[in-house]
Structures are given as C-alpha cells and as structure tokens.
C-alpha cells in the first residue's frame, strides 16, 4: 500500500494580508497528478487542514475541488483537525463523506476506531488522532487528571495499541498533529507549548509501523518512521528557499518498506532582499525577485518616502518591508524619560524624525503647530 502524507494546508491563510489561495490550490490541486503518476492508495492530512476554526467561503470551496480532484483518481483521503482548525465543523457529515471515500476523523472519543483499508497483504489501520487540546482532551477521554499534551497522547496512544492488540498481523498507521522531540520549528506555526511543557517525546508513538506527523511546517525525519511532511507552502519569509515536499510511504507485508521524499512545485517564491531603496529598485541582480514575494529589508539612513509604493512599482508582489537604517532604533532612555518637558509641538517632532529619521522640516512644523492649535480649541469648545 502506498500513502502520500501530508500536512498543514492552512487553506485562507495570507501572507503579510496577501492571499494565497490561488497558490494553495495550484499546489494542493497538482497533488492528484501526484496520486495518480505514483499509484498512491490513500492521501493523508495530519491536521490543520484549514488556517482558521471558521474557514471563509471561498477558502471551503478551495478544499472541495482539491479533494474532489483526489478522490477522482480513486485514492482516499484521511484527514484530521490540527489547532487551526475546528475539530465539530471539520466532521460534519464525516460518516457520508466515508462512503465516497473521504475519512474524516475528528471525534476524539472514538480516535482508537481505525479506518481499515485492505492490500494484496492484508488490512492496514489508520488511526487519526485530532489535535488534543489537553484541558478539553482530558475530559473527553476519561482521565481528568491528565496534564499537557504528552499525558492526553500517551492515554490516546494506549487505546490505539489496545485495539491493535485485537488485530494482529495488521500494520498500522497514526495521523498526529503534536510538537514532537526533536522537531525543529519554523516562526509560521501557532505555539501549542508552553516553555517546552507539552514537548512530547517520540517513545509516545512506539509500536505503529508509521506516525503522519502535523504542526511543524518544515519537512524532518525524527526516526525512519516517526516524520513531518511540513506544509506545502511558505507561510513565512523564514522559509525562503525551503523545498516543499510530501512523504510517499510504502508499506509492505512486513510493515514500513520505504519513505521518500516528493518535491512540491512553488507557485511563486519568496524572496528577501536587502539594500537601500535605489539599490533594490536598480540592481539587474534582482529582476527574478520581480515575479516573487518580496519582504524588502532597506538600509537607508533616513526613511525613504513612500517606500513601498515604490518598491511595488518593480516588485509587485513585495508585501513587507523593514527600514534597517541607523535612524531606526530611535534615541535610549525610555519615551516618557525623552519627552518630560516638553512641548506638545517637540512631541510631534520627536514623533516625525523618529519615524523616518530626520527631523521635521520648518514647514512641516508650521503644519504641526496650526494642527495642534485646532486641536486645542476643538477641546476647549466642547
């Protein structure tokens, strides 16, 4: 049996405001040819399917197509809910969906009832484990003296190996949407740990032959059996350059078989470039980066005008961009220290030069004093 696994579609999520939908399903539509060219049996989705518990329209009308696209190659499609999403919507009508194909498994009492699928070596059992939000999961698992998310997966993971118990000589597979030991995190994902609490140590999945591994948006291997798929798209600029991929996972009639990695195409890259502003909109070097998302990092002394218009006039797609200049870290000492004695037209000023880093000009504070003078006998008419 061949399973593609994934994760962390976070369809409707933006970058920097900028939608991303279009790219999302170029890249999550295009897994069917993937499906389809290496004969993969079932796709998995190890949580966080959508970016938000209440997806928009256009976002759910996006994750129809992309799994009506896969089903259509005849493979199904096991899905879980991560912390984005909303574990009772994600499931609605979870037990139609079964029968043409598409495995929903959101209900966390009832995590240790596999989907079973069957091979030319038998069955396989999928078990999809829903984010487990520890003070909910407790409860609904019956051991409310459970604390953080380790405790809540071990209980989750013996109900599993329980019911393996039951069936044996069936290989088996978890989805799980979890910060697990040894992952390396990227600074796109939502924190589910608190000071390294709730950091669950990989022993926690012993005795499965693969764990699907969510919430981590970088692809990584733990163990040859325990990994991350990562998300199929950049959600941040720290993930400029980074390969997007899936794990195609072969199972045999002994179990794991092998693993290998599947390139994901990227629809538009991300690029981060540094200069001044006249060196970001003259240098050739950068005319690949005019097709790009941009984040623009300008080192100018002085804060440019109207920077990012400009910069958009050649990047189109740039959506962020920091002024890195010497006049960007502002005086020291502490605001109320820097303006004790002050009058409210030096205020205005201190406030212009420290956002762009020169000081106001003599016209500009004779605009400054005429609207503070209004401002002040707006006040004492009231």
């Not at 999520?13 to 079932?42: K, M, S």
């Not at 470039?273 to 060196?279: D, I, K, P, Q």
């Not at 005019?290 to 002394?301: G, I, N």
Request: glycine share 10%.
């Amino acid at each position: 049996m061949r399973l593609l696994h994934t994760s962390d579609w976070h369809i409707g999520r933006t970058l920097h405001g900028t939608d991303l939908l279009a790219e999302q399903e170029a890249v999550l539509g295009g897994l069917a040819a993937v499906v389809a060219e290496e004969q993969v049996d079932v796709v998995l989705v190890a949580g966080d399917v959508y970016d938000r518990a209440v997806p928009s329209a256009d976002a759910t009308a996006v994750l129809d197509r992309v799994i009506g696209r896969l089903l259509a190659t005849g493979a199904r499609v096991v899905l879980t809910p991560g912390n984005h999403d909303s574990a009772r919507r994600l499931g609605t009508f979870s037990g139609l969906l079964s029968a043409a194909g598409l495995h929903v498994r959101a209900v966390t009492p009832r995590l240790d009832e596999p989907v079973l699928l069957a091979d030319e070596h038998g069955e396989v059992a999928l078990y999809g484990l829903p984010y487990l939000e520890p003070e909910v999961a407790r409860h609904e698992l019956g051991v409310p003296e459970a604390r953080g998310h380790e405790a809540v997966l071990r209980e989750a993971m013996d109900r599993v190996r329980a019911d393996l118990f039951l069936r044996p000589g069936v290989r088996s597979v978890v989805l799980a949407h979890a910060f697990v030991g040894g992952g390396v995190a990227s600074d796109s994902e939502r924190d589910i740990c608190v000071g390294g609490v709730d950091l669950v140590p990989a022993r926690v999945f012993d005795g499965v032959d693969y764990v699907a591994l969510g919430h981590l948006h970088r692809p990584q291997t733990l163990t040859p059996r325990i990994r991350y798929s990562g998300s199929p798209l950049a959600y941040s600029f720290g993930e400029a350059g980074q390969q997007k991929q899936a794990w195609l996972v072969e199972l045999d009639a002994a179990g794991l078989a092998e693993v290998r990695p599947v390139p994901l195409p990227t629809p538009r890259p991300l690029s981060v470039l540094t200069g001044t502003l006249e060196e970001l909109l003259a240098d050739p070097g950068h005319a690949a980066a005019e097709e790009h998302f941009v984040s623009a990092r300008l080192t100018d002394p002085a804060r440019p005008a109207d920077p990012m218009r400009r910069l958009q006039a050649r990047f189109r797609f740039c959506v962020h961009l920091d002024w890195t200049g010497a006049g960007a870290t502002g005086d020291a000492g502490s605001y109320q220290e820097r303006m004790r004695g002050r009058s409210a037209l030096d205020v205005a000023g201190e406030f212009v030069s420290h956002v762009r880093g020169v000081p106001a000009s003599a016209a500009e504070r004779e605009l400054l004093a005429r609207a503070l003078g209004a401002a002040d006998r707006a006040e004492v008419t009231r």
